[in-house]
C-alpha cells in the first residue's frame, strides 16, 4: 500500500475528532426527553430549581450567592436548555411524522385492497343473483306442482264420472 503523504494530498485537516452517531438510538434519546419534558414532572422539577436558585442567590443560604441578581447565570442555562431541547423537539416530532406517514400509506394501501376484494364480492354477488334468476325457486315449484295435483285430481274424478255413468 502507498504511503500517504499529507502534504501532497489537497484537503481539510480535521482538528475534531470525526463523530458518527446510530440515528435510531439518537432518536428515541430525542423522543424521550422531548415526551419528559412535556410533562408536570418536568415543570414541578424546572420550577424546584428555579425556586432553590434564586433563594440561594437573593438569600445567601450556606454563604451561597453565585449568581447576582439579574441572575445571568441561571438564564445562560435557560438560554442552553432551549437550544438544546428546541432541536431535539423538532427530531422527535420529524420521526413521528414519519411514522404516522407509514402508518397512513399502509393504511391507504388496506383501503384499497379492501374496496378491490368488496367490488369483486359485489361482483360476485351480481352473477350470483343473475344465475339464481334463471332457476326455478321453491315457492314456484310447490305452485307448479300443485297446479298438476289439482289438474290430476279433477281428471281422476272424471275418469271415475264416467266410469260410474257407464
Known amino acids: 500500500m502507498a504511503e500517504?503523504?499529507?502534504?501532497?494530498?489537497p484537503g481539510r485537516r480535521r482538528w475534531l475528532p470525526r463523530v458518527s452517531l446510530d440515528s435510531e438510538t439518537f432518536g428515541r434519546f430525542a423522543e424521550s426527553v422531548a415526551s419528559f419534558m412535556g410533562t408536570a414532572t418536568f415543570l414541578v422539577y424546572m420550577t424546584v430549581f428555579v425556586v432553590l436558585w434564586i433563594l440561594f442567590n437573593v438569600v445567601g443560604i450556606f454563604g451561597f450567592r453565585w449568581d447576582a441578581y439579574p441572575f445571568i447565570l441561571l438564564n445562560l442555562f435557560f438560554s442552553t436548555q432551549a437550544s438544546y431541547s428546541a432541536p431535539l423537539i423538532l427530531l422527535a416530532q420529524n420521526r413521528q411524522e414519519r411514522r404516522d406517514q407509514v402508518s397512513f400509506d399502509e393504511d391507504r394501501r388496506i383501503a384499497a385492497q379492501s374496496r378491490a376484494d368488496m367490488d369483486f364480492l359485489a361482483r360476485e354477488i351480481a352473477a350470483i343473483r343473475m344465475s339464481?334468476?334463471?332457476l326455478a325457486t321453491r315457492d314456484f315449484v310447490r305452485g307448479e306442482l300443485r297446479n298438476e295435483l289439482r289438474d290430476l285430481a279433477e281428471r281422476l274424478e272424471q275418469a271415475t264420472d264416467e266410469e260410474e255413468q257407464k
Open 4 to 9: 500517504r503523504n499529507p502534504l501532497s494530498q
Open 132 to 134: 339464481l334468476g334463471e
